[in-house]
């Protein structure tokens, strides 16, 4: 089938999609917009974590069972800084730091967050559009019991410890959808738009704060099918079972849907929870994404949704 397929992204559920993506229609026909709320300053460094997992993960270099970083990663920048007693909390692999200093190089030299990914994407041969939610900062801040971290602070240092109260997302009011963003949710050949199995309120939610994203959401032609994080009534992986109880939420799909009501058609959701309470067009499928085949299966499900939705 023709048309533009645009996939909201973050994190490590969500490039399991996109590379599901990438096997069932041409990378050319693909528009990731990513998280950049995880984004952070670091040693003097640009950080973009969720873009960096995408990049890694679209070109096979990923380190698939950590979820971030490279394959085969070698650690003696870690070792060197660990010597110089330098802050060692943020683990940055030696093949990594290129990523790294090269964007830092880039940025500080003018270059846009949205050029530097393409420009990576492009280096790489990957075929997709891989855009920012945004060339500004937006800083993703959660207020815990043990006080306000910043994103990284939280995910990394604290491993998700603390208690989360509540989530905001700094520079989100100033902050405008980078180039090609609204544009591609838009396009009158887009015919499906999908958020991937990424952490709602972590990882989504930054991107729907970006003024002007969340409207063109609501009011695409293309339908709008979320892929749910929750496979046998707990999220996959990371925070996300944790953070929704904290929040004072069931870890149900009817809690994902409501979180997502107003911008999503339809929720796909894992066949040993069923659709029960969801309220909106779904589909059951399994959504367990282990292998490339699962990746592949579960991309392919989600399309389909959105044809039926799309009717
Ligand atoms: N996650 C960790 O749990 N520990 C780390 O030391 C770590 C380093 C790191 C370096 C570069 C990068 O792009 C990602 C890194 N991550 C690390 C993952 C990062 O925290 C992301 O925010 C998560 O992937 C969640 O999106």
């Not at 026909?29 to 670091?42: E, K, L, P, S, W």
């Not at 207020?143 to 989530?167: H, K, N, S, W």
Request: glycine fraction near 12%; charged fraction near 20%; charge should be negative.
């Amino acid at each position: 089938m023709s048309g533009r397929i645009v996939v909201l992204t973050g994190g490590v559920g969500g490039a399991k999609l996109v590379l599901g993506l990438m096997q069932v229609c041409p990378a050319e026909q693909i528009t990731a917009i990513v998280n950049t709320g995880d984004d952070f300053r670091h040693l003097g460094l640009a950080i973009s974590p969720d873009i960096d997992t995408l990049l890694y993960t679209l070109s096979g270099k990923a380190n698939a069972a950590q979820g971030w970083g490279r394959e085969g990663e070698t650690w003696t920048f870690m070792e060197a800084l660990k010597s110089l007693r330098g802050e060692d909390w943020f683990l940055l692999g030696d093949g990594d730091m290129a990523l790294h200093v090269l964007r830092s190089h880039l940025l500080a030299s003018g270059e846009t967050p949205s050029s530097v990914t393409a420009r990576f994407a492009a280096a790489w041969g990957l075929g997709l559009d891989i855009l920012p939610m945004s060339d500004d900062p937006v800083a993703t801040h959660v207020a815990t019991d043990q006080g306000d971290l910043p994103f990284q602070r939280y995910f990394v240092e604290q491993r998700c410890m603390p208690a989360v109260r509540a989530i905001r997302f700094d520079g989100a009011g100033t902050a405008r959808p980078a180039p090609g963003v609204i544009e591609a949710i838009r396009d009158a050949s887009t015919r499906a738009i999908l958020i991937a199995p990424s952490n709602p309120w972590l990882s989504v939610d930054p991107i729907l704060a970006v003024p002007g994203i969340r409207d063109a959401l609501a009011a695409a032609g293309a339908p709008v099918v979320a892929v749910s994080p929750i496979v046998g009534g707990q999220a996959v992986k990371g925070p996300t079972t944790k953070l929704m109880g904290e929040l004072g939420l069931a870890v149900t799909n009817a809690a994902i849907a409501d979180h997502y009501a107003g911008v999503i058609d339809g929720l796909l959701v894992d066949q040993r929870d069923g659709g029960a309470g969801v309220g909106i067009a779904h589909a059951v499928t399994d959504t367990l994404m282990k292998t490339l085949d699962d990746r592949a299966r579960v991309a392919q499900a989600a399309l389909e949704l959105a044809e039926r939705i799309a009717g």
